[in-house]
């Protein structure tokens, strides 16, 4: 049999504040996933992890519309409009009004 002589690594958790502030920073500031994490002092791999983690969970969740109705063309003619444009950025609802 083989002898295992390395010790295990030791895991360390990241704090959420961390966790939030790459996230600003890979989304918000449009930063690569490296250069956040070298300035947030993480390792790369952990900072992927983080990335890929909040993207499959947060920004790429399904929406629910209120309406079963499919999208339809208008002319441009067409003076009433009733069109809201719903816009997602890393997760978040933007220019909701």
Excluded: W
Excluded at 21 to 36: D, E, M, S, T
Excluded at 66 to 90: E, F, G, M, Q
Aim: proline share 4%; aromatic share 6%.
């Amino acid at each position: 049999m083989i002898e295992q002589s390395q010790q295990k690594r030791s895991y360390i958790k990241v704090p959420p504040s961390k966790k939030k502030a790459l996230i600003h920073k890979v989304f918000q500031n449009g930063l690569q996933i490296k250069q956040a994490a070298q300035q947030l002092q993480l390792k790369y791999a952990t900072a992927k992890t983080i990335i890929l983690l909040y993207r499959s969970k947060v920004v790429r969740k399904k929406l629910i519309f209120s309406t079963n109705k499919p999208c339809l063309i208008l002319p441009l003619d067409n003076k009433k409009t009733n069109v809201k444009i719903v816009s997602l950025v890393a997760g978040k609802l933007q220019n909701q009004k």
